[in-house]
Every structure is written in structure tokens, then in C-alpha cells.
């Protein structure tokens, strides 16, 4: 059991935020997060902030914010992490190891992004930024058009997984119709998602609309402790495994699978936590487009390269299945603010051990999983997380 656990955490709706700023968006989910830990302000002992940004919006110095929110942070060490998608988990696994190390006692993790603001055109510029851009990006590649290409050696592989791809997105938003937190709280039924239409047009080709997870405005923060002194502390949540994998960033020098890393990180983290797949209740895992999610089932090893699709059609990753999958609506339906994202995870993971996630909540579940990923499988993180107390 690593040495940081979760004590406390906050989060705010994701979605189209117009009222609020990004310094405001964080501050609420601070403020939260401390009040949900029981921890002043004043204990907190270093901040990691997560912000993508890539031009979306003019705060570029966010690690001086959350000072801004809270003032007794005013001289505690604050830094930001990037690494794309997986900003968020990157910071939290900075505040982890801050605390591994005796530098700290508590620790705040905040991750926030503000994209809505934004046209869609300089949306779609920034985010490809985080493609290997001599090669990708700068040649016009967007995201989609990365996963999509994902998706079509997919299908040249193993044949087309658009049918699977509808299942997931169907499937994560009848769990995001349960998710208060959630940018997009309405069914889309398997018809809808598998039909190209006026309301679900070609994105990039295989990738229609409601493959593509959705731009959202959103913070999420947690407070961190030291596993060792939890005396008096309402609730904690351990982490049985924390692992990092990464992978070369261009696409020239990996296979058109190129979800080798993802699987790597999956089998270090569960041999660290002394488990088996059996062993998980749950997992919330990165599906940025439906294709990610669908290779996620092969990465982690619950289904044989190209059978992923099987998880769907026996209700395996259902939130009443063997496993289910983004119980939380995941990216596709929760949202993806990308700085948000890998913090959000780990809070909805967090809530469900603890039982405190609402309509959300699955019946007594005992490990969780969270997989998070940035850019294209370039940085990997999974966690293996258990309730302390």
C-alpha cells in the first residue's frame, strides 16, 4: 500500500460553464475538497495544480490560483504538472510521492480546465498539440482524425468495430444520466449512436459524434494524507498500485495498434497490487473516443485481442455486469476538461468506495481501477485504489 491516501475530495459540474473563469471554477472545487477532508487550509503542506491549456485561455501562471482561492495558501508550495489528458493524474501522483518522501503531510491536488470559451477551430489547434507535432499536428491531424486512424487498423485487424463503439457510447450514457456531475445527463440509445445523421454526423470517419468525448468546462481536486496518521479522519481511500507508463509520442515508431503501453501499465499495476482483473469492482477508464475505451477492455486483459467487443454483448462491463466500466458516464458522457480529467477518476472512484456516490453508487465494491491516459497512450497511468476506512 503506497504511503499518500485520499482523504477528501471536490468537484464541480462539468459542462458549458459561461459564468465562471477558470480561477473560479478551481476555487470551488478547493474549497470543497477541504471542507470534505476536514483539513484547514492551513495544514496543507504543497498543491499540485493540472492545466493543459494549450492557448484555451489566458491564465497560463495557474499554479499561483489556488492561492487566490484559499489565502492561508499563500506561501505553500505550489506547481503545475502537464502531460496532456493525463495532467491530472500526473499531479496527483506528484502529491503521492511528495508525501512518500516525509515532505509533506498533506497535500492538494487540483486539476481544472476552462475549453468552452474557446471556438471550436482553436479547440481542435490546441488539443492537437498534444500529438507529436512535426508529423501530426502541424500537418492538420486532428485528435479525431488520430483515433479515428486507431479505429480503422482496428478494423483492418479484426473487422469493424462500429457496432462496439455505439454500445460504449450508448452504454456510458445511461451511466452519465446518473451522474449529477455529468456535462451530458441524457440517454442516447444504441440506434441513435450506431446511425450517422444530421444530429450524429461523421466526425472523422469511423468517428461519429457520440464517439468523441465531449469539451467541458471543470475542476476537480483532492486532499491528500499519510496512511499512518488517519486518526480522527472521517474517511480514506489507499492506493494499492500507482503506475506510469510511457510510449514513444510520434506514431511513426509504434504499430497502427498502438496500444501496447496501456497494457504494460495495466499488468504492472495489478501485479504491484497482488491482483487479478477478478479482483476489481470496478474501473473508470480513459474514453476519450469510444475506440480508446473499446481498447482498453484488451489492454487490462479482459478480453482477447480483437474480442473486446464481447464485454459489451454479455453486459461484462455494464454497471450491473462482472465489471462494469465508467460507471460515472466516463469522459464521453461526465466530460473531458482536460487538466479535470484524471483528478475527476480518481474522485469518482474514491466516491464509489466510500459510498458516497449517490445514484451512482454500485453495491459494496472493494477495489477500483482508473486508467488514465494522455495524448496517444504517450503517458499511461493506472491506479489500484481501496478504502482504507
Known sequence: MHSACILGWGHTPFGRHTGHTLQSLLAEAVAQALAHARVPAEAIDAVYVA???????????????????????????????????????????????????????????????????????????????ASYWPEEGSRGTSFPALFAGLAQAYAAAYGDPGAAMARIAAKNHAHGALNPLAHLRRPLDFDFCHTVSEANPLVAPPLRRTDCSLVSDG??????????????????????????????????????????????????????????????????????????????YEAMGLAAPGQGHRCLEDGTVQRDGRLPVNVSGGLKAKGHPIGATGVSMHVMAAMQLCGEAGEMQLVAPDLGAVFNMGGTAVANYVSILQRLR
Open 219 to 296: 475542476a476537480a481536486a483532492l486532499v491528500l494524507g499519510h496512511r499512518e496518521h488517519l486518526a480522527g479522519v472521517p474517511r480514506a481511500v489507499g492506493f494499492r498500485a500507482a503506475r506510469q507508463v510511457n510510449d514513444y509520442l510520434p506514431l511513426s515508431l509504434r504499430p497502427p495498434l498502438w496500444f501496447e503501453a496501456p497494457g504494460l501499465a495495466w499488468r504492472q499495476a495489478c501485479a504491484d497490487a497482488g491482483i487479478t482483473l477478478a479482483d476489481l469492482s470496478f474501473a473508470e477508464v480513459h474514453d476519450c473516443f469510444t475506440i480508446a475505451e473499446l481498447m482498453s
Open 51 to 129: 492545466h493543459y491549456n494549450g492557448g484555451l485561455v489566458d491564465d497560463a501562471f495557474v499554479a499561483g490560483l489556488p492561492a487566490l482561492a484559499c489565502p492561508a495558501l499563500r506561501h505553500v508550495p505550489a506547481t503545475r504538472l502537464e502531460n496532456a489528458c493525463a495532467s491530472g493524474s500526473a499531479a496527483l501522483y506528484a502529491g503521492m510521492q511528495r508525501i512518500a518522501a516525509d515532505q509533506a503531510r498533506h497535500v492538494l491536488v487540483v486539476g481544472a480546465e476552462k475549453m468552452t470559451a474557446a471556438a471550436a477551430p482553436d479547440v481542435t489547434q490546441s488539443l492537437a498539440r
